[in-house]
């Protein structure tokens, strides 16, 4: 069975750090994209972060870059979503994909899993 699974969120104070995790099962994450996504309530749904595991390139949203860095660790077939220097805001559920990033071009229709919560807030 084909499936991703996002980890790692919660609550973090405003200038603090998160590790995402997404771990991939059923297939493997050697060729393909991946992209990490956030959406919070009321808004549509956007790119943050993707990663093309055949050549390593990575792209970042305007607001993260700098800040979050996205990267993979193959023995696990997982990746990941380093985000620090957060900063305050509603709170968001962020997802991970595959095949639906390309650079900055971020396709955010189809079907998307649980993801995993993350709240910045003192």
């Known amino acids: 069975q084909v499936q991703l699974v996002e980890s790692g969120g919660g609550l973090v104070q405003p200038g603090g750090s998160l590790r995402l995790s997404c771990a991939a099962s059923?297939?493997?994450?050697?060729?393909?994209?991946i992209g990490w996504y956030r959406q919070a309530p009321g808004k549509e749904r956007e790119g943050v972060s993707c990663?093309?595991?055949?050549?390593?390139?990575?792209s970042y949203a305007d607001s993260v870059k700098g800040r979050f860095t996205i990267s993979t660790e193959k023995a696990k077939n997982t990746v990941y979503l380093q985000m620090n220097s957060l900063q305050p805001a509603a709170p968001a559920v962020y997802y991970c994909?595959?095949?639906?990033?390309?650079?900055?071009?971020?396709?955010?229709?189809?079907?998307w899993g649980q993801g995993t919560q993350v709240t910045v807030s003192s």
């Open positions: 990663l093309d595991s055949r050549d390593g390139s990575t």
């Open positions: 994909a595959t095949d639906k990033c390309s650079g900055t071009y971020y396709y955010t229709g189809g079907s």
């Open positions: 059923g297939f493997t994450l050697d060729y393909t994209t």
